[in-house]
């Protein structure tokens, strides 16, 4: 991997821990697209993983006492089948597909930021909800699978029912846990984790305690509202060009 790839990569990695951290969450969803601005989107997600699940780790540990156990039994049903049906899809998509794929979401989630937090806010708030935790929560392992990307689908579900912030953080940080685990199965039979990822990831572990503190320590001292403006406008613009690159090269066949 040359060095422009690791100027990229430690700043990526750290923006990922301090959405893990608490902070900003759902931003762990540029590393995949920021990342495949230089290499095969596949590649990228398969060197995220592992530090995903060392950052979970932190994550749960420092949220432990905090998260709801009604929405976990909810959720983690249909985020099961959103992994296998990524995984029996994989061999079907190659790196330009996926970067359309990884585009048309970043995008989506920008536009869905953006009309949240601009729309009239409903004072009432949901509860927990079979189909919806079901849905949602397949949305998000699919999504997950394919480029780490099931913060937004989970925060669609989670969000109306106005919890506690902590108490939201914890219960992302359980999911996520449990998510990006039960990914390695079938990353493992799929072979995306051979030995020059892992050698990549390992290089980038030590990020990841870091950015997992510094989310924690951000999340109950920094307002968030220009650290997001700032990140969902960067993710826009790598959306849109990763879209356009994918629909290119297709086109150009």
């Known amino acids: 991997m040359e060095l422009s790839f690791f100027l990229l990569a430690i700043p990526v990695v750290l923006l990922t821990g301090i959405s893990k951290g608490g902070f900003a969450g759902g931003l762990g969803t540029l590393a995949v697209p920021l990342l495949a601005l230089l290499i095969d989107p596949r590649q990228a997600a398969a060197i995220m993983l592992p530090i995903l699940c060392l950052m979970d780790l932190f994550g749960a540990w420092a949220y432990r006492h905090q998260w709801d156990a009604t929405n976990l039994k909810l959720l983690l049903p249909g985020a099961i ?119 990549i990831s390992l290089l980038l572990l030590p990020l990841a305690p870091i950015g997992v503190k510094l989310g924690i320590w951000m999340h109950t001292r920094i307002s968030k509202n220009t650290f997001y403006s700032i990140c969902y406008g960067l993710l826009l613009i790598v959306g849109i060009k990763l879209l356009v690159e994918g629909l290119t090269a297709i086109i150009a066949r």
């Open 81 to 199: 089948f959103g992994i296998v049906c990524g995984a029996l899809t994989f061999h079907l998509m190659n790196a330009d597909l996926i970067r359309i794929m990884v585009g048309t979401l970043s995008i989506y989630f920008v536009a869905h930021y953006w009309y949240s937090t601009r729309a009239p806010q409903n004072t009432g708030k949901t509860l927990p909800n079979r189909m919806k935790g079901r849905f949602w929560g397949a949305v998000s392992g699919f999504s997950s699978f394919i480029a780490h990307a099931g913060g937004p689908p989970l925060s669609i579900y989670l969000f109306p029912q106005k919890m506690d912030k902590t108490l939201l953080v914890g219960t992302s940080v359980m999911f996520f846990i449990s998510v990006n685990y039960l990914k390695l199965i079938p990353c493992v039979w799929l072979g995306q984790l051979n030995l020059t990822n892992l050698g």
